[in-house]
């Protein structure tokens, strides 16, 4: 793996952002969480923190979320191959669902969900410091936000 570079931190002041986090794999998912809080909190942005059971649920609860008064929504979880092919179905429905409520709220619904091969994968980028899929994803869902406005006021 390369190393990662230091998130830009950009202001968040008076932003809204929704956190949902699934549970299952919660040794992975605890640490992509605290991740995604740090780099809202250097961002000053304001943030409500849900749970789901799994990945699976994801799409659901961001579509809520999305359709409410946040300004995006960040989605996280783990999904890690086993001997079944379970991984494949959960991994791509979630991921084609987040897609669709970010296209359909037409809000930003970042994409933090750890789809590898092998659990010290998943270890590595749900660990502190750079390289914190968390963090990236909220750092996605704040710069999308701040890119939309922009293009919305002209």
Same mark, same amino acid.
């Given at each position: 793996? !390369?190393?990662?570079?230091? %998130?830009? =931190?950009? /202001?968040?002041?008076?932003?809204?952002?929704? $956190?949902?986090?699934?549970?299952?794999?919660?040794?992975?998912?605890? !640490?992509? %969480?605290?991740?995604?809080?740090?780099?809202?909190?250097?961002? !000053?942005?304001?943030? /409500?923190?849900?749970? *789901?059971?799994?990945?699976?649920?994801?799409? %659901?609860?961001?579509?809520?979320? *999305?359709?409410?008064?946040? /300004?995006? $929504?960040?989605?996280?979880?783990a999904v890690i191959n086993g001997d079944t092919d379970h991984y494949e179905h959960v991994a791509g429905r979630?991921?084609?669902?987040?897609?669709?409520?970010?296209? /359909?709220?037409?809000?930003? =619904?970042?994409?933090?969900?750890?789809?590898?091969?092998?659990?010290?994968?998943?270890? =590595?980028?749900?660990?502190? !410091?750079?390289?914190?899929?968390? &963090?990236? *994803?909220?750092? &996605?869902?704040?710069?999308? $936000? %701040?890119?939309?406005?922009?293009? $919305?006021?002209?």
């Open positions: 793996m !390369g190393e990662s570079q230091p %998130l830009e =931190v950009h /202001d968040a002041a008076g932003l809204r952002f929704a $956190v949902v986090r699934a549970r299952y794999n919660d040794h992975i998912t605890s !640490g992509l %969480l605290a991740g995604a809080e740090e780099y809202l909190q250097s961002a !000053g942005a304001y943030y /409500d923190v849900y749970e *789901a059971p799994g990945a699976f649920e994801l799409p %659901l609860i961001a579509a809520e979320l *999305a359709a409410s008064t946040y /300004d995006g $929504v960040i989605a996280l979880g979630a991921s084609e669902g987040l897609m669709r409520v970010a296209l /359909d709220a037409r809000k930003p =619904v970042s994409f933090g969900i750890l789809t590898v091969q092998e659990e010290e994968h998943a270890v =590595v980028r749900s660990a502190p !410091g750079p390289g914190n899929r968390g &963090a990236e *994803a909220a750092a &996605a869902a704040l710069e999308t $936000v %701040l890119i939309m406005r922009k293009i $919305v006021t002209r």
